[in-house]
């Protein structure tokens, strides 16, 4: 079975950092592409960023390009989100989601458990 | 960006009802459309892809259409545990974009 377990959310104070993470098992990790996605309180669903398979392209929503990182260590299953310059627009649960491709554009079939950042003074 | 225009934003059926939900996107995305269905505090599930294909383990009663830019999602007899809200989400384009949700709730 495909299990993803996210982790690292907290309460940050704006302009702070904060780096997610998530622990990918029951699929061959380094063959699919990986996604962050979030859902501020009561709101919809939000893409935030993705990662190639190997790690070599990273995409990302205008909302967050230049402040958030995606990244991927293939050797320990593990997808990282590092979020920086927060404001309280990015409070949310995070979650991450694998891509059914090695490129994102395969489509989103299983999704981790979610991690509440909030970005409050 | 590709806009993913869901309707309607709620609903409310009786037990063994059949509902509608639509997605109609801003531009061609061929069949590259899943649905997925939310429960409070959960993660989202993966219920269609490919606009028509059924998941795995999902029930007969869900089920999928559309090609282009018009989509159909059916619950052909709604059932208690379908109480949740459902998404649409477009994958033939980055950035991916969802529709704004469809709440159902059992009258």
């Known amino acids: 079975d495909v299990h993803l377990v996210v982790s690292g959310g907290g309460l940050v104070r704006p302009g702070g950092s904060l780096r997610l993470s998530c622990a990918a098992s029951?699929?061959?990790?380094?063959?699919?592409?990986m996604n962050w996605v979030r859902q501020a309180p009561g709101k919809g669903l939000e893409w935030v960023s993705a990662?190639?398979?190997?790690?070599?392209?990273?995409y990302y929503a205008d909302s967050v390009k230049g402040r958030f990182t995606i990244s991927r260590d293939n050797s320990k299953d593990s997808l990282d989100l590092q979020m920086d310059s927060l404001t309280a627009e990015d409070s949310a649960v995070y979650y991450c989601?694998?891509?059914?491709?090695?490129?994102?554009?395969?489509?989103?079939?299983?999704w981790g458990q979610g991690t509440l950042v909030t970005a409050s003074s | 960006d590709i806009q993913m225009t869901q309707s309607p934003s709620s609903l409310s059926a009786s037990v063994g009802d059949s509902v509608t939900i639509t997605c109609q996107a801003s531009?061609?995305?061929?069949?590259?459309l899943n649905w997925y269905q939310q429960k409070p505090g959960k993660a989202p599930k993966l219920l269609i892809s490919?606009?028509?294909n059924l998941e795995t383990g999902v029930p007969t009663r869900f089920s999928g259409s559309g090609y282009g830019t018009d989509f159909t999602f059916t619950v052909g007899s709604l059932q208690p545990e379908d109480i949740a809200t459902y998404y649409c989400?477009?994958?033939?384009?980055?950035?991916?974009?969802f529709g704004g949700g469809t709440k159902v709730e059992v009258k």
């Open positions: 989400l477009q994958y033939d384009n980055l950035p991916l974009t």
């Open positions: 029951g699929f061959t990790f380094d063959t699919h592409a």
């Open positions: 531009q061609d995305i061929s069949k590259y």
């Open positions: 989601a694998k891509d059914r491709g090695s490129f994102p554009g395969g489509g989103l079939d299983y």
């Open positions: 990662i190639s398979a190997s790690g070599g392209s990273t």
């Open positions: 490919d606009a028509s």
